[in-house]
């Protein structure tokens, strides 16, 4: 298979039902990781612990933001999604 039979393989595999149901499901994760983060530091007063606290929280938002903005590019290239719109 060529380069171009490759990628077309690679593009039917990124827009799979499988990847974006992925997506969806490592978003829940990271969103209720984000709410346990935040339930820890509101019973933390120490300066260290709530910085650490605050890295991690912005960590696992911007890991949010890419999903979904991963999840909105997946559901825009599935066909089903496009029929709803």
């Not at 339930?39 to 300066?47: E, G």
């Amino acid at each position: 298979m060529g380069r171009h039979g490759q990628a077309a393989v690679t593009n039917a595999a990124a827009r799979s039902p499988e990847r974006l149901k992925a997506l969806v499901a490592r978003l829940a994760q990271v969103t209720g990781d984000v709410t346990i983060q935040k339930q820890r530091k509101s019973a933390v007063a120490d300066a260290e612990p709530l910085a650490s606290l605050d890295e991690v929280i912005v960590l696992l938002k911007r890991q949010s933001r890419r999903l979904e903005g991963r999840d909105r590019l997946a559901s825009d290239d599935d066909p089903l999604w496009a029929c709803l719109d």
